[in-house]
C-alpha cells in the first residue's frame, strides 16, 4: 500500500509553467509505474505522462514536447513539469502508482493501482 499527495496546482496564463511534485510514502519498494493522469469535469480521467522504473516514459499526445514527467527514486516522487500550458490542459491532476504484481500477490494485496487527491490545474487568461 502507498499513499500519494500531489501539489502544484494553481492559475496560470497561456503559455505560462507549472511544475507538479507528487510524494509518495508506504510500500514504495513495492512500485513499478509512476505518472499522472488529468480529468476535466464532466470527462474521462486519461493519462498525461507516465515512468517507469527504468526512467522510461510515456506521454499523451496532447503533452508529448510541452511536458516532462521525471522520477526521483530516491525520495518517491514523481514530477511533472509543464510548459506552453493551454486552457484545455486545465483539468485535476492526479498522481499515480502501481506496483509489481509479485509484491501484490504476496501481500494478498486486492489492488495495485494507487492515486492521489489531485491538484488543480487552470489556465485563462
Given at each position: 500500500?502507498?499513499?500519494?499527495?500531489?501539489?502544484?496546482?494553481?492559475?496560470?496564463?497561456?503559455?505560462?509553467?507549472?511544475?507538479?511534485?507528487?510524494?509518495?510514502?508506504?510500500?514504495?519498494?513495492?512500485?513499478?509505474?509512476?505518472?499522472?493522469?488529468?480529468?476535466?469535469?464532466?470527462?474521462?480521467?486519461?493519462v498525461?505522462?507516465?515512468?517507469?522504473?527504468?526512467?522510461?516514459?510515456?506521454?499523451?499526445?496532447?503533452?508529448?514536447?510541452?511536458f516532462?514527467?521525471?522520477?526521483?527514486?530516491?525520495?518517491?516522487?514523481?514530477?511533472?513539469?509543464?510548459?506552453?500550458?493551454?486552457?484545455?490542459?486545465?483539468?485535476?491532476?492526479?498522481?499515480?502508482?502501481?506496483?509489481?504484481?509479485?509484491?501484490?500477490?504476496?501481500?494478498?494485496?486486492?489492488?495495485?493501482?494507487?492515486?492521489?487527491?489531485?491538484?488543480?490545474?487552470?489556465?485563462?487568461?
Open positions: 500500500q502507498v499513499h500519494l499527495v500531489e501539489s502544484g496546482g494553481d492559475l496560470v496564463h497561456p503559455g505560462g509553467s507549472l511544475r507538479l511534485s507528487c510524494a509518495a510514502s508506504g510500500d514504495t519498494i513495492c512500485i513499478s509505474n509512476m505518472g499522472w493522469y488529468s480529468q476535466a469535469p464532466g470527462k474521462e480521467r486519461e498525461v505522462a507516465l515512468v517507469n522504473n527504468a526512467g522510461g516514459t510515456y506521454y499523451a499526445d496532447t503533452a508529448e514536447g510541452r516532462i514527467a521525471s522520477r526521483d527514486d530516491a525520495k518517491d516522487e514523481v514530477y511533472l513539469q509543464m510548459n506552453s500550458l493551454k486552457p484545455e490542459d486545465t483539468a485535476v491532476y492526479y498522481c499515480y502508482a502501481d506496483f509489481n504484481e509479485e509484491c501484490t500477490v504476496q501481500h494478498g494485496w486486492l489492488k495495485n493501482e494507487y492515486w492521489g487527491q489531485g491538484t488543480q490545474v487552470t489556465v485563462s487568461s
